[in-house]
C-alpha cells in the first residue's frame, strides 16, 4: 500500500519563530498533497493543496503568507507556519492520493508558547 | 463536492455489531466511498473502501445501496479498542481530487 510519512509527530515552539512539517510518500509518487488542520473534538478542515511544480492553492481564510507550503518534488511537500502565535496551536494533518486511495500521514501536534 | 452527513456519536458494548450511517446525496459517478477510523492525536486511518453494493475485509463490512446515495460500515463484534471518531468520505481519488470531512461519528465501546 501507500504510506506517508509525516514529521515531526510533535512540536513546541516560542511565538514567533518559525516550524517546519514535512510530509514524504514513501512508495508511490505525489504529485498533489493535501493539508489539514484539525481543532480539539472538531473534524479536519482543509487548509491548502499543493502540487509538484507549481503554487499551492489555499481555502479561503487561510493565510498563504503564513502557512508557506512547498511541494519540493514528487515525494516531498512541506509546510511552514511562519510566525507561529498561540492560536496557531492544533494537529496538522497531510493527506495523498495514490492508487489505493488517500492516504494521510501520522499527523503533527503544535503547540506554540 | 459531495458532502457527507452521519450521526454525531453511537455508543455500543463489547462484542456488538456497530452499524454506522453515512448520506452522500450528491456523489458523484466516479466518487468512491471510504470510511477512515481516527484515534486522538493520530492521523485518519483507512478502514475500508468500495464504489457499489457489499465490500468485506478482515476489519469491516461496507454496504452501498444502488443508488450511492447513502453508505454503511459496519463493524462486527466491537472492543474496547474501537472506540475512535468514524469518518465516510466521498472522493475520487484517480482523479486527485481533495477530500472534504464531515463531522464523523463518534463511537464509544463500553465494557
Known amino acids: 500500500g501507500a504510506v506517508v510519512s509525516q514529521h515531526p509527530s510533535w512540536v513546541i515552539c516560542k511565538s514567533g519563530t518559525s516550524v517546519k512539517i514535512e510530509c514524504r510518500s514513501l512508495d508511490f509518487q505525489a504529485t498533489t498533497m493535501f493539508w489539514y488542520r484539525q481543532f480539539p473534538k472538531q473534524s479536519l478542515m482543509l487548509m491548502a493543496t499543493s502540487n509538484e511544480g507549481s503554487k499551492a492553492t489555499y481555502e479561503q481564510g487561510v493565510e498563504k503568507d503564513k502557512f508557506l507550503i512547498n511541494h519540493a518534488s514528487l515525494t516531498l511537500s512541506t509546510l511552514t507556519v511562519t510566525s507561529a502565535h498561540p492560536e496557531d496551536s492544533s494537529f496538522y494533518i497531510c493527506?495523498?492520493?495514490?492508487?489505493?486511495?488517500?492516504?494521510f500521514g501520522s499527523g503533527t501536534r503544535l503547540t506554540v508558547v | 463536492l459531495a458532502k457527507t452527513t452521519q450521526p454525531i456519536s453511537m455508543d455500543s458494548y463489547e462484542g456488538q455489531e456497530v452499524n454506522i450511517t453515512c448520506s452522500h446525496n450528491?456523489?458523484?459517478?466516479?466518487?468512491?466511498i471510504t470510511w477512515y477510523q481516527q484515534f486522538p492525536s493520530q492521523g485518519p486511518r483507512f478502514i475500508i473502501q468500495g464504489y457499489k453494493t457489499k465490500v468485506t475485509n478482515e476489519v469491516a463490512s461496507l454496504f452501498i445501496p444502488a443508488d450511492r446515495k447513502s453508505s454503511t460500515l459496519s463493524l462486527p463484534r466491537v472492543s474496547l479498542s474501537d472506540t475512535a471518531v468514524y469518518y465516510c468520505?466521498?472522493?475520487?481519488?484517480?482523479?486527485?481530487?481533495?477530500?472534504?470531512f464531515g463531522g464523523g461519528t463518534r463511537l464509544m465501546v463500553k465494557p
Open positions: 450528491n456523489i458523484a459517478t466516479n466518487d468512491y
Open positions: 468520505l466521498v472522493g475520487d481519488h484517480n482523479a486527485g481530487n481533495m477530500l472534504t
Open positions: 493527506s495523498a492520493p495514490s492508487d489505493y486511495g488517500y492516504t
